[in-house]
């Protein structure tokens, strides 16, 4: 029987990457708070995913047989501070501020539930971590970004894959993980569990 694959994230960035490497799947949401426990990035990263991934699981209402289902949660990184979301545009120019002309991290959680046929559960959960390296920018450059909007619903306050490339200097591994889904990974995961 042929597995159901389902994306656990109303990230169309997330979405977009999946479709790239050709894995056919359909998108679920849950509307569940996330609270994590941890306070390591990498560890913060595992559990928030796996939140995810549980949620949607939950919400299937038992129609889980066969199915695999894909969490995913992304989070910057700067020193020891977590930089999620901006709340609005100065919160987006503080963020910005605070990461040009260094370099910060970037770790994605990633977690499959991979469900048999009888329901039973095998659970596969990592974080992958990639360094970004910010060119310095002017302020001038910042409000002119925060501006374009882009930066109000991303982590961190920027998108790699917009117009701030624009500033990225270099990054040390996986340029999707920064987008929001270490695509390469992933796939390696699916063809272990046997789907690709």
Known sequence: MKKRIILGSASPRRRELLAQIGVEFEVRVSDKEEVYKSS???EIVKELSLMKAENVASELDGDIEDAVIIG????VVLEDEILGKPSDE????RMLTRLQGREHWVYTGVAVLDFGPDGEKTVINYPVGTKVYVNAMTED???AYVATKDPLDK???YGIQGRFAAYIDRIDGDYYNVVGLPVSRVYRTLKEIGIK
């Open 90 to 93: 100065e919160d987006a120019v």
């Open 40 to 42: 390591i990035p990498e």
């Open 155 to 157: 982590a961190g306050a």
């Open 72 to 75: 995913a949660d992304t989070i």
């Open 141 to 143: 450059e910042i409000r």
